[in-house]
C-alpha cells in the first residue's frame, strides 16, 4: 500500500527551492482547498527571485485569475533569465503564457511576436 498523503511543511521547514517549487506544484494539481501554492512559491522567491519554474508557475496561476499585470512581472522575469545570453529558450511555456496574458491585455501587436517566438519550440507551436 501506498504511503498515506500527508500536509506538506510550512513554507519555511522546507529546504530546497526545488522541494518548495514542487510541493506548491502539488498543492496546485490537486486543487487543494485548505492549501495554497502561493506561500510556497513567494517562499523560493524569496531565496531565488529569479528562478524560472517558480516566476512561470506564479504567472500561470496569474493568469488563470486574470491578474495579468503580476502575470507579466513573473513571466518577463522568468523569460529574463531564460534568454540571458541566448537567443531563444529551451521550452517556450513561459513565452507562450506572456503571449497570452499580452493579448488578454489586447496589445495585439506584442502579443503576436511574443507567440510567434513560442512556436519555434514544437510543444508550443500548435497552442501558439
Known amino acids: 500500500?501506498?504511503?498515506p498523503v500527508s500536509n506538506p511543511q510550512k513554507p519555511t521547514?522546507?529546504?530546497t527551492i526545488e522541494e518548495l517549487y514542487l510541493t506548491?506544484?502539488?498543492i496546485e494539481q490537486f486543487h487543494s482547498p485548505s492549501h495554497d501554492p502561493e506561500p510556497y512559491w513567494q517562499e523560493a522567491l524569496r531565496?531565488?527571485?529569479g528562478d524560472v519554474r517558480?516566476?512561470?508557475a506564479m504567472g500561470i496561476k496569474a493568469y488563470k485569475q486574470a491578474r495579468y499585470a503580476q502575470a507579466e512581472t513573473h513571466l518577463r522575469k522568468a523569460l529574463e533569465r531564460l534568454t540571458?545570453?541566448?537567443t531563444t529558450p529551451r521550452?517556450?511555456?513561459a513565452q507562450y503564457y506572456l503571449g497570452r496574458v499580452l493579448k488578454a491585455q489586447t496589445r495585439m501587436s506584442q502579443a503576436y511576436d511574443t507567440l510567434y517566438k513560442a512556436t519555434w519550440n514544437a510543444a508550443w507551436r500548435g497552442p501558439s
Open 1 to 3: 500500500m501506498p504511503e
Open 91 to 93: 521550452n517556450a511555456e
Open 54 to 56: 517558480v516566476n512561470t
Open 13 to 15: 521547514d522546507i529546504k
Open 47 to 49: 531565496r531565488d527571485p
Open 84 to 86: 540571458h545570453n541566448y
Open 24 to 26: 506548491g506544484l502539488r
